[in-house]
Structure formats: structure tokens, C-alpha cells
């Protein structure tokens, strides 16, 4: 069922990737509390700080994950997309509180985008973050 999709290729490397290491559900949303998400990931987050023209301007630490171990709980309503250059990535925020707490990747829309500064306290055991040339994969 559904083997059609070309994501699911993708899914099952992603697993095999990273196998070993158990999977969590952690929570989070936007800071007016309409948008809220669970993100299945691990305890020990590794995420990139992307130097990209937004990314940069808003602090954004992106935690990616496959879409389907992303789930959004509530806050559809309220959202609100910006799109810029190539208008492929949508930029996602609430529009009642302005944060952007996930989105979907120009780069892989196959993927989520969360914001780990987005993340309730709580679940995660620690971050490491590394640095990602967005800036130049934008061009
Ligand atoms: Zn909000």
C-alpha cells in the first residue's frame, strides 16, 4: 500500500541511517500556543544553523525529520506562508503570534523543517548544532 510514493524509498533510509538511536516524541509550537506539533526524533537533537538570508535574521535551528514523523496537532487555521526567490520553500508562521516554528524544506519537500527553539522543555537531552552554507545552496 502506497509503495507508489516516491517518498517511501527515502523513509526507509532515513531509518536505516540512524537505526540505532531510539526515537522520542517531543512537542512544540508557536508562542501564542495555536500552533502546536509532535516531532518524533531523538533525544539528543542534532541540528543546523543555516546561514541563509532568513533563517539567518530569524535565529531558526532546524531539527529535520522525515514528514511522516511529523504531525501537526493544531493551529491550521492560522497559518500563514511566505515565500520568496524560487517561491519552492514555504516559509510557515502563525499569523497571530508571527513565530515560525516549522516548515516545509525547498530543498526536500519530502521532509519537515522544525524549529528546535520551538521545542517544549522537557524531552530534549541536549542539541549539537552544526553549521549549514544555506546561503550558498541558495544559489
Ligand atoms: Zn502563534
Redesign the pocket.
Known sequence: MLSWLPGRQRRSRAQGADGAVALITHTG???????RFEVVAPAKLEVLECNCSICSKAGYLHLVVPAERFRLLS?DE?LASYTFNTHTAKHLF??????K?FYVPRADPWSRSVNARCLDPGTVEGMSISPFNGRRWGR
Open positions: 509550537g508557536c508562542h501564542c500556543g495555536r500552533v493551529g492560522v502563525c499569523s497571530i503570534c508571527g513565530v516554528s
